[in-house]
């Protein structure tokens, strides 16, 4: 059974960084490009950004390059994304979902991380 | 970026009757053999679930009672007959370029 494990709620303060994790199993952890998503309190869906876990090249949404890091650890099976600088704007809860190979979607999902950034 | 605009905002269906969504993209997503446009439903406290992929494939596991429509620029995601668990939020996404965007959302009430 596929499954994504994300980390536990994060309260942060503001001008820090924050790192999550998605612990993976399941699947052949390197097969599947590993997305991170966006979702502000009551809103919409954002695409952050992708990484491909078996040579750990990127994709990031112009909006977020400079905010995010996506990395991963082939041996523990696990992606991570740092969020640097934080602000309030950064609050939201924050999501991996791994692309499923032939058909783009995202077909599995982590259970999401709440990040809240207050001094 | 593409814009993706969902219409209508919220809907309230009757039980039993046709919910019907609509996405609207900025730009067509679509070549001659495939159409990168999917479908998520989200409950509240939930992460999404793909519904649709490729603008009509059903996803393993889903109910036959949804079904998506379309190609090029606009989209249509059916429910029928609404059942109480389809109350959620549905999202559309596309994956033709980066960086992917989803559509606003649609929130689904069952009367």
């Known amino acids: 059974e596929v499954q994504l494990q994300q980390s536990g709620p994060e309260l942060v303060k503001p001008g820090t960084s924050v790192k999550i994790s998605c612990k993976t199993s399941g699947y052949t952890f390197t097969k599947n490009t590993m997305h991170w998503v966006k979702q502000s309190h009551g809103k919409s869906l954002e695409w952050i950004g992708g990484i491909n876990p078996n040579n750990g090249d990127t994709n990031y949404n112009q909006q977020f390059k400079g905010k995010a890091t996506l990395t991963v650890d082939k041996s523990s099976t696990t992606a991570y994304m740092e969020l640097r600088s934080l602000t309030s704007e950064d609050s939201a809860v924050y999501y991996c979902?791994?692309?499923?190979?032939?058909?783009?979607?995202?077909?599995?999902w982590g259970q999401g991380t709440s990040v809240t950034v207050s001094s | 970026d593409i814009v993706l605009t969902q219409s209508p905002a919220s809907l309230i269906v009757s039980l039993g009757q046709r919910a019907t969504i609509s996405c609207r993209a900025s730009q067509s997503v679509s070549t001659s053999s495939y159409t990168y446009m999917h479908w998520y439903q989200q409950k509240p406290g939930q992460p999404p679930k793909l519904l649709i992929k490729f603008a009509s494939n059903l996803e393993s596991g889903v109910p036959a009672r949804f079904s998506g429509s379309g190609s090029g620029t606009d989209f249509t995601l059916n429910i029928h007959p609404v059942e109480e668990e389809d109350t959620a939020t549905y999202y559309c996404?596309?994956?033709?370029?980066?960086?992917?965007?989803f559509g606003g959302g649609t929130k689904l009430e069952i009367k």
């Open positions: 979902a791994r692309e499923d190979r032939y058909d783009d979607a995202m077909d599995y």
């Open positions: 996404q596309h994956s033709w370029e980066i960086p992917y965007t």
